[in-house]
């Protein structure tokens, strides 16, 4: 099961909760999962930056998440 | 309006032109004469991006109009180089990294060349203040110093450094 | 101490780049030196008001001064929904973008366009922008954080409500943005802290200060395509953002990226580029647009200027146990300031159990902010590195010690969240404290100080080709423009591979229409992800090539190797083949060689940099003078050291001018008194010394050669090194920027 780690902005959604753990092969699964224990956060997911295991990836909707993969939202960032 | 017709020397080069009395000599040379290695950073004479040497002095061609030049010399990045032969200022540049952009490179080298000409042999502290006037925003100058110095001691010890290389 | 692993024959180089020789002689064109013949000129009319509602604008006399072709207003732009799009600074919202590029129903800062002429010549068409009349009805300015947070502050946008707040906000406010990264328990960590540091800090806007002023041309057709020619961060996205704001299609618009005379990052945006491609379709006449100095100045970048309160506390162990960052930034005249990275980074470096950060997204009465390197970090240094130096104090350790003792290092979670990868941090650390510089005897009135930054880097989408042509000379194409020698060194990288000399590569910053898309160059992307397409494809090309010479020999593919250049039978059954037999052979074996490979790769390894300065104070002027200034850094791998070493040398006198010098100065009524290079002082040769840089190399285990982004990380430490250095040669903490010599004064009056 992913490791998913909610920030402080999602956390109303959430009801307070700083993490979980959910069972999603892809982003894309992970973010339906997400949605239907946490209505409207996927909106939310959608924008931001995904980093998987410490690392941003671009265009994450289809990437693939291992069992003991750690997920992070981030505001998105690219630089000067 | 009529324009004022001007007779000078550019890089060596007997030339005339046309240009109204506003006209800078960076008008002119750019928007006139086809000549863009001259830049336009600030057009207040406090960037050095568009120095030329006019009459054997570094000047900012943004202050300077163009019926002014009537009768005199001006040297530009253009006339740097003897033929197919870099001068050693732009050698250095090249060789020591001195710019990353090249934006201001054509001023600096310039300015490097007036200094130079005046005094062969600059200290780092001469070096620095005689391009005070040019901006660079890339390299912190550190490159470009070390550059100018290279090509002071490759002129004044042409024999050294045919050797070395 | 450059560490270049034996066995390279290009890579870790310092080869002349490719297009030295143009940029020494002139010839390199760069924005402002495309001309086409018959071109108009277009200029901008500004607002004078930093707030203010357009009542009436009639420009009918304007458009009657004889060689006047197209005048055109916000009421000609296409209105866009808040739409977002990715871009600098993370995200773009192309409505506020269209309204920054022309005003509509209000002006937002001084110099805010409200309209743009072209005629046949730059003077007339100065003369009739001039000729316009706008009547405006002049509202109350915000020109400070303190008043545009307040309850009763004069809203700029009525639609602007604060997102991130514990519950939804009933009314609109000039707060776009809070942002929020807490873990661990508060009071357990202050109950456990021996030593408590709480200091606020302001900084002021400073500039990007690129040398070279914006400029664009543009030529429109009869049928609506388009031609820019123009200097940017990445024409891709000049396109994109371009065609955005005018409703038009991206596929009809080509970008041809001129040579860029420095962005970092302010060059990452649009500014004149609509406004020349619609002037040129409105008149049928190419349009050429340039800015001044001042224009520069009053309407592109800045970086926000910036309060910051940061209380931290130590055990007295040195081990970090709390801390409370609260951080408002300036977004300028729309949402958008680098807030976000700002949180993220501003304790990123440390391993910190307990942790309060709270930033806010602020708008006010001035131009837009645009990214500049490391967008939002540096500032955030400023402050927890001035800090960390005060509890090194308060400990009686060494800074640097103490900094060592909480480092992050592979594996640890960042304040952020995610756990880091192989970083480098320590190693600069370690460096920086066994560097001469680091004991070296100082007299009086001088001080060391020294101070750390974090950087993410960035990937991005990418496009590379590499082609072999007859003679067995290579052309490696990406879309990326060279700001500072990455041409060279993806050379280098396909020089590697292919095992020719470097000189016998061709590197082209192709347009639109010549390759697949890019992003810009920004985030420190370009030697990592082009650097990846450029080895995949060489690699690709090499198989390729392989492949044939097994074709040609009649073996098995496992029968060839490539081997410095050439393919070569592993049992010396055939003489090798020469790249250059391969070329020009290859319409017998399948065709022309050459291949393309697109990526958007993770695994930007992310910078980190550690800097050491020493100042000498004058106590009777106040000025600060940079003795002697080390830059050490973590580059993974450098290419082409030289280049490296100038990304660090150069962030580093960036971030000494933003200590020492630089700020946008505007006047009680919003305008801006230092619009020029006199009055806005950038660093000049004779303000410094030589920069010392030490490059650090901690490979990237996620690029071929091990390449970290190295463009921006060191702006990030330089302001709480030079900080800290004032404070060590005169006992007193600066904590507002610029140190200039009137504020040094003031501080060292105080006793």
Not at chain 3, 64 to 90: H, M, Q
Not at chain 3, 350 to 374: S, T, W
Not at chain 3, 391 to 399: C, F, Q, S, T, V
């Amino acid at each position: 099961m992913a490791r998913i780690f909610f920030p402080t902005s999602l956390q109303q959604l959430t009801g307070g909760t700083e993490e979980c753990e959910i069972e999603a092969s892809t982003v894309r699964e992970l973010f339906a999962r997400l949605e239907e224990r946490f209505p409207g956060i996927r909106e939310q997911v959608a924008s931001a930056a995904v980093a998987i295991d410490g690392d941003v990836v671009p265009g994450a909707l289809l990437e693939p998440l291992d069992p003991d993969s750690e997920v992070h939202f981030l505001p998105a960032i690219s630089g000067g | 309006m009529s324009r004022t017709h001007v007779t000078c020397v550019l890089n060596g080069d007997p030339i005339d032109f046309l240009c109204n009395d506003y006209q800078t000599l960076l008008s002119v040379l750019r928007d006139e004469l086809g000549m863009i290695g001259t830049k336009e950073g600030c057009g207040t004479g406090d960037c050095g991006a568009c120095s030329v040497i006019l009459d054997g002095q570094l000047v900012c061609s943004c202050l300077v109009f163009g019926p002014e030049v009537e009768g005199r010399s001006i040297e530009t990045i253009e006339g740097m180089a003897d033929g197919q032969h870099l001068h050693p200022l732009q050698e250095s540049f090249l060789e020591g990294a001195a710019f990353q952009c090249g934006v201001c490179t054509p001023g600096f080298l310039v300015a490097a060349k007036a200094l130079l000409d005046r005094n062969p042999t600059p200290t780092e502290t001469e070096v620095r203040y005689g391009v005070a006037g040019n901006l660079c925003r890339c390299t912190g100058y550190d490159k470009i110093v070390r550059s100018i110095l290279d090509a002071a001691s490759r002129m004044s010890n042409p024999q050294t450094h045919k050797e070395a290389t | 101490m450059t560490t270049t692993r034996t066995g390279y024959k290009w890579v870790g180089t310092r080869p002349v780049r490719h297009d030295g020789l143009d940029k020494v002689t002139g010839r390199a064109r760069f924005g402002a030196d495309y001309a086409t013949a018959g071109m108009l000129h277009g200029v901008v009319l500004r607002s004078p008001h930093p707030h203010a509602h357009i009542v009436a604008i009639d420009f009918s006399d304007a458009l009657a001064v004889p060689g006047v072709k197209a005048i055109i207003t916000g009421a000609d732009l296409p209105d866009l929904s808040d739409e977002f799009g990715t871009g600098s600074e993370g995200g773009i919202n192309f409505r506020d973008l269209s309204r920054n590029i022309l005003a509509r129903d209000k002006v937002l800062y001084e110099g805010h366009p409200v309209a743009a002429v072209a005629a046949v010549t730059l003077r007339i068409a100065q003369q009739a922008a001039e000729m316009i009349e706008v009547e405006y009805e002049v509202l109350p300015a915000v020109l400070s954080m303190e008043h545009a947070m307040e309850d009763d502050a004069p809203v700029l946008h009525d639609d602007l409500y604060t997102l991130g707040l514990d519950s939804p906000p009933e009314r609109p406010s000039n707060i776009s943005r809070r942002r929020v990264i807490a873990r661990g328990d508060l009071d357990a960590g202050w109950e456990e802290a021996d030593v408590v540091v709480e200091r606020e800090y302001t900084t002021k806007a400073v500039h990007q200060g690129y040398i070279e002023p914006h400029a664009v041309v543009a030529e429109t057709g009869e049928d609506g395509r388009s031609t820019l020619w123009c200097s940017s961060q990445g024409h891709f996205a000049m396109r994109t953002y371009t065609t955005k704001v005018l409703g038009w299609e991206p596929g009809d618009m080509k970008v041809i990226p001129a040579e860029i005379g420095g962005g970092f990052g302010g060059k990452t945006t649009i500014y004149l580029e609509p406004l020349a491609a619609l002037l040129s379709r409105r008149a049928g006449r190419a349009v050429k647009m340039v800015m001044t100095r001042s224009e520069v100045f009053r309407a592109t970048g800045p970086t926000s200027g910036s309060v910051m309160r940061i209380k931290m506390g130590a055990r007295r162990d040195g081990k970090l146990v709390a801390a409370i960052a609260w951080m408002a930034y300036e977004a300028g005249a729309f949402p958008g300031s680098p807030i976000g990275p700002g949180v993220m980074t501003v304790l990123a470096p440390y391993d910190i159990p307990n942790v309060l950060i709270e930033g806010f997204d602020v708008v006010l009465n001035k131009p837009k902010v645009a990214a500049y390197r490391a967008p939002g970090a540096p500032m955030a240094a400023f402050a927890a590195e001035s800090v960390v130096d005060e509890l090194a104090e308060k400990l009686g350790m060494d800074p640097i010690e103490l900094r060592i003792r909480n480092a992050v290092t592979e594996g640890v979670r960042a304040v952020y969240g995610p756990k880091y990868r192989k970083i480098g941090f320590v190693e600069t650390l370690e460096e920086a404290r066994d560097h001469p510089h680091y004991s070296a005897p100082l007299g009086p009135w001088q001080g060391r100080g020294v101070a750390s930054g974090y950087w993410f880097n960035f990937g991005g989408e990418t496009t590379a080709t590499v082609s072999i042509n007859e003679d067995g000379t290579a052309v490696v194409m990406s879309g990326c423009p060279d700001i500072g020698g990455t041409r060279a060194a993806l050379a280098q990288m396909a020089a590697e591979e292919l095992g020719i000399d470097v000189h016998r590569i061709e590197p082209v910053v192709a347009d639109t229409h010549s390759i697949g898309y890019n992003d810009m160059t920004g985030g420190s992307r370009v030697a990592f992800a082009v650097g990846i397409a450029v080895v995949d494809a060489s690699r690709q090309l090499i198989e390729d090539m392989c492949s044939r010479a097994a074709l040609i020999w009649d073996v098995p593919r496992e029968e060839v190797e490539w081997v410095d250049g050439r393919a070569q039978s592993v049992t010396g059954a055939a003489a090798p083949l020469t790249l250059e037999e391969l070329a020009s052979g290859s319409a017998n074996t399948g065709g022309p060689l050459s291949a393309t490979v697109t990526v958007n790769p993770r695994g930007a390894g992310a910078g980190f940099s550690t800097q050491i300065c020493d100042v000498e104070v004058d106590p009777d002027t106040g000025l600060v003078t940079v003795l002697r200034y080390t830059v050490v850094q973590d580059a993974g791998r450098a290419i082409h050291p030289d280049y490296v070493e100038g990304q660090m040398q150069g962030g580093a006198v960036q971030g000494i001018g933003w200590a020492l010098n630089e700020e946008y100065i505007f006047d009680r009524d919003g305008v801006m008194e230092n619009p020029g290079f006199l009055d806005y002082r950038m660093p000049v040769a004779s303000d410094l010394p030589m920069i010392d840089t030490v490059i650090v190399e901690v490979p990237n285990p996620d690029h071929p050669y091990g390449v970290r982004g190295v463009g921006e990380t060191g702006i990030i430490p330089p302001m709480a090194a030079v900080a800290n250095a004032v404070y060590a040669a005169t006992g007193k903490r600066m904590q507002d920027l610029p140190m200039s010599p009137v504020r040094v004064l003031e501080a060292l009056s105080g006793d």
